[in-house]
């Protein structure tokens, strides 16, 4: 895995990871309208075949689901989402639906994730993080591969490098969260933008300027699942977000703790000892 981690990192040499997503799509007239009132990011400014990284929050402004979308035409919007979230999804845009006049339909998807230039063929292209990476949506991996003379490398090579560079996942890092706490205010939000679902809650958090707990990084002495809580003294002060195997490193993982956990810090997650890091993590052990 070094070597496949190398390769990807923004400016090697090149690399592909088959990662599999969920597609729902939205189109129909008031497409455009239906998402620039429920997503948080600002929809009507994307041009056809562009796509940005947006949230479905709830009322409470608690993250719900990360989505990347991408603008195929006027009226018509792909979402590209993690696998096995697009029911769930469809699900909560129906609900949402009222009167517009539109139609949401949903599947399950290929997408390659990739920092190699060239033009495989893909039906659709999103930026993804890190930057410097795209995900190309459509296409068998092995076929986008070979058609980027680039090696197909483990998905955890992936997962390495999100959480070496404390890039949160929205639908594991962020779920349940508000969107400062998991960090997602600087990639997914527009504060321009006219009302969205959840708005009141992100516009009053961040003109207060604070919040209790925010994404950390983790060290830990064994692999641990997402999920599992992390004490600090006897004191739960968060739960175990998006985690890896990084071949310098060993496991590592992404958190939402509470402000005490502060870098340096040694706690337990579900049984292991780990240590708060600050993010990024450093690149050698």
């Known amino acids: 895995m070094v070597d496949g981690l190398a390769r990807l990192r923004p400016g090697g040499p090149g690399a592909a990871v088959d990662v599999g997503c969920d597609l729902v799509w939205v189109e129909g007239p008031e ?15 994307l041009p056809p075949r562009a796509s940005l990284e947006a949230l479905l929050l709830d009322v409470k402004g608690h993250v719900r689901h990360g989505v990347h979308v991408h603008r195929d035409g006027p009226d018509a919007f792909t979402l590209v989402t993690s696998r096995g979230a697009g029911d769930a999804l469809v699900e909560d845009l129906e609900r949402l639906h009222v009167s517009e006049e539109i139609d949401i339909f949903g599947d399950a998807g290929d997408l390659v994730v990739t920092n190699a230039p ?8 999103i930026a993804m993080r890190p930057d410097g990476l795209r995900g190309l949506v459509g296409k068998a991996a092995d076929a986008l591969a070979a058609a980027l003379a680039v090696p197909l490398v ?4 992936l997962d390495a490098l999100r959480v070496e560079m404390g890039e949160p996942d929205p639908n594991i890092d962020g779920a349940g969260r508000l969107v400062q706490e998991a960090g997602l205010d600087g990639i997914a939000v527009s504060f321009s933008k006219g009302c969205y679902l959840g708005q009141e809650t992100v516009a009053r958090v961040a003109h207060r300027g604070k919040v209790n707990r925010r994404l950390a990084g983790l060290r830990l002495d064994a692999p ?7 004490s600090l003294g006897g004191r739960e002060v968060g739960r175990l977000g998006a985690v890896a195997e990084h071949p310098l490193l ?21 049984g292991v000892p780990g240590r708060v890091v600050g993010l990024p993590f450093p690149t050698t052990a």
């Not at 497409?31 to 400014?45: C, K, P, T, Y």
């Not at 641990?224 to 992390?230: E, F, I, L, N």
């Open 118 to 125: 060239g033009d495989p063929g893909a039906d659709l292209e």
């Open 31 to 45: 497409a455009e309208h239906f998402l620039q009132g429920v997503l948080s990011n600002d929809i009507a400014r």
């Open 224 to 230: 641990t699942p997402t999920g599992a809580a992390v």
């Open 154 to 157: 483990p998905a955890g090579t």
């Open 250 to 270: 060993g496991p590592i993982a992404l958190a939402v703790l509470r402000n005490e956990a502060a870098p340096g810090v040694a706690v337990d997650v579900g």
